[in-house]
């Protein structure tokens, strides 16, 4: 079983809609991100969570510990949005400075 | 501009050939790390960096080295290259752990 699991796989969505991606995890945290990578490659840090909620612009994260669970949102979605999205965590029992990602979740969104 | 580099961006090399993949950054960050993603297998942490002439081994550290007698760079070294090493490889840094990372444009290489 994978440590850190991302449901959907694969996402389409029509322009406008309101879209979640949901990432789990089994071990202990520290911080969990959110990442953006575009088709061309580049990836770019969303969001950093420790706890609670997270905004900026159309896009909220949050997070429950007790749960292993984080979300991320996106209203009012746009073709742009189109992208991969990455969930990664911080391990905080023993090995705290190690990352691991989840299998990313791929979203499309038509215009 | 606050960026994290690397180059090269591509390359092609023969298996045995060593290599260096350079990485620095402007930001004055004390944590760097290197990344490589492959298809199905997702991204997975080679090696990390808290600060200066401090690092450690992530998930898939085999073949690799790195060193950090700067602040600012972190190159990846491969001794021996094997066609196993083919990938995407990303730089990031942040200012601290547990901070937001900054990643690297990435640099693809394949190895015949």
């Known amino acids: 079983k994978n440590e850190v699991e991302q449901s959907p796989q694969n996402l389409t969505a029509q322009e406008g809609e309101f879209i979640t991606i949901n990432c789990s995890y089994s071990?202990?945290?520290?911080?969990l991100h959110w990442l953006q990578q575009h088709p061309g490659g580049g990836i770019v840090s969303l969001f950093m969570?420790?706890?609670g909620k997270k905004k900026h612009g159309r896009l909220i994260a949050t997070i429950n510990i007790q749960e292993k669970h984080s979300s991320l949102h996106i209203t009012a979605s746009h073709p742009r949005d189109s992208a991969v999205y990455i969930c990664?965590?911080?391990?905080?029992?023993?090995?705290?400075?190690?990352?691991?990602f989840g299998p990313g979740t791929s979203l499309s969104v038509i215009p | 501009e606050a960026q994290v580099t690397q180059n090269p961006r591509y390359l092609i090399t023969v298996t045995g050939k060593k290599l260096t993949v350079t990485c620095s950054q402007n930001?004055?960050?004390?944590?760097m790390s290197w990344y490589r993603q492959d298809p199905g297998l997702g991204l997975r942490q080679i090696y990390y960096?808290?600060?200066?002439?401090?690092?450690d081994k992530g998930d898939v550290p085999e073949g690799y080295k790195v060193s950090r007698k700067e602040k600012r760079n972190f190159p990846l070294i491969l001794e021996s290259p094997s066609p196993n090493q083919t990938s995407l490889y990303f730089c990031?840094?942040?200012?601290?752990?547990?901070?937001?990372?900054?990643f690297g444009p990435g640099t693809r290489l394949t190895v015949t």
């Open positions: 969570l420790s706890s």
């Open positions: 960096s808290m600060n200066v002439e401090v690092t």
């Open positions: 990664a965590v911080q391990l905080s029992e023993g090995y705290y400075d190690k990352v691991i």
């Open positions: 930001m004055n960050h004390e944590y």
């Open positions: 990031a840094s942040s200012l601290s752990l547990g901070l937001e990372q900054y």
């Open positions: 071990v202990g945290i520290s911080a």
